[in-house]
């Protein structure tokens, strides 16, 4: 019995023994290797986070950056203010008087006379025709002063002053129209063009215009149709800049009508007042050019018609500007005369004689190479400055 106890008990341990030999050892082996659970898809990507270095990595020196230079814009070119247009003839009065008492003073002197006979009538004739007014204005004029002076019996300087001043405003015709046809109308810009014989002064002229337009508050294009002579436009886009005005020209020799064509239609596209057309100077006498002249004027029409056509006269010219005018009138349809270097000349006359001659106005004056020496013409203000101060 004892034999079968002990036997029984070495078994038990000898199975015991050989259990924990075997399941010991298997734990050992797979701790820490079994497969993880498995994990749902949420469809969002999970990310690690950082990991932190063992040490803190030593802080970067950092330099405050200097504050970026504010960036301003380039300064824009510096526009000229022109003079406004009001009181601009009553400001040249004085230089126009310098120019013209010498007519004033001649014929008040032989008007103020004791005794106006034949000879001092023959006297006043000549002064008149001297200032270039003319033979058939001339010859009106001293007509009506002569039985004027005979009926009312005038004596007195002050008297005789206003008396030739009447009838030289007369002779000027004020009742003619010398509006500057610049307002838009229709669905395009007012388009003017200015012509005349080489030397006048049209591209300084159609410059000295912008800036009365300018200053009358217009926008303006200007249009540099005078491609024969490079200067002309390189003067006319400086004129232009002064007053923020855009220039359109074409290549040097180019043909002038489509560069006038281009800017009425660019001047229509800006939407601005008016386009200002300068063209090639030519002499009267040479039919070429002034085809050509009529050329530009037909083109520059598909686009509409012209509202105004300036001949600019120089002043200095005497009676040759009725030459000149006549046939610009015929090609170009001129409406406004531009009389130029008035400030130079004693023979201011020559404003009868145009309007007289053409029944074209004189609609503008200019008194000096100045920028703002162009005005608007005034007869009453004209004839004022023409006889001076003289007082009776």
């Known amino acids: 019995m004892l034999a079968i106890i002990v036997t029984v008990v ?11 030999g075997f399941v010991v050892p298997r734990v050992r082996r797979g701790r820490g290797e079994l497969p993880p659970p498995p994990v749902r898809s949420t469809g969002v990507t999970a990310t690690k986070p950082p990991v ?63 005794k106006l006979d034949d000879d001092a009538w023959d006297e006043i004739e000549e002064a008149l025709l001297t200032a270039d007014v003319g033979l058939k204005s001339t010859t009106e004029i ?50 003017v063009m200015v012509v005349g014989v080489n030397g006048t ?40 800049a002064r007053v923020g005005a855009e220039t359109i020209r074409g290549p040097e020799g ?24 300068d063209t090639a100077g030519r002499l009267h006498t040479k039919v070429g050019l002034m085809d050509e002249l009529g050329k530009v004027k037909r083109v520059v029409e598909k686009h509409g018609p012209i509202d105004e056509t300036l001949l600019v006269l120089d002043a200095t010219t005497g009676q040759n500007g009725l030459t000149q005018a006549r046939v610009f009138l015929e090609v170009a ?32 004056i200019g008194l000096g190479e100045g920028a703002d020496d162009l005005a608007p013409f005034d007869p009453e203000q004209f004839v004022d400055a023409l006889l001076g101060d003289v007082v009776g």
Do not use: N, Y
Request: glycine letters at 10%; a positive charge.
């Open 254 to 277: 180019g043909d002038p009508a489509s560069v006038a064509f281009e800017a009425v239609k660019a001047g229509k596209e800006a939407g601005v007042d008016a386009v200002l057309i």
């Open 52 to 114: 932190e270095s063992a040490a803190p990595a030593a802080p970067e020196r950092l330099v405050q950056p200097a504050p970026p230079a504010a960036e301003t814009a380039p300064p824009g070119p510096l526009l000229d203010v022109p003079e406004p247009i009001a009181g601009r003839m009553q400001r040249l009065r004085a230089r126009l008087a310098r120019s013209q008492t010498s007519l004033g003073r001649g014929l008040l002197s032989v008007l103020s006379r004791d």
């Open 333 to 364: 349809e001129v409406t406004g005369v531009v009389l130029t270097k008035l400030d130079g000349t004693a023979k201011g006359g020559i404003v009868i004689s145009v309007q007289a001659e053409l029944g074209v106005p004189v609609k503008l």
């Open 142 to 191: 001293v007509d009506r002063l002569r039985t004027r002076t005979q009926i009312l019996g005038t004596r007195s300087q002050g008297e005789l002053r206003a008396l030739l001043s009447e009838e030289l405003v007369t002779a000027l015709r004020p009742e003619l129209d010398r509006t500057l046809h610049t307002v838009p109308t229709g669905s395009g810009p007012a388009v």
């Open 201 to 240: 002064g049209k591209t300084t002229t159609c410059g000295k215009l912008a800036r009365v337009l300018v200053a009358d508050g217009r926008t303006v294009l200007l249009g540099a149709a005078d491609t024969f002579r490079a200067a002309a436009a390189d003067q006319l886009q400086t004129w232009g």
């Open 10 to 20: 070495v078994l038990l341990i000898l199975a015991a023994v050989l259990v924990v």
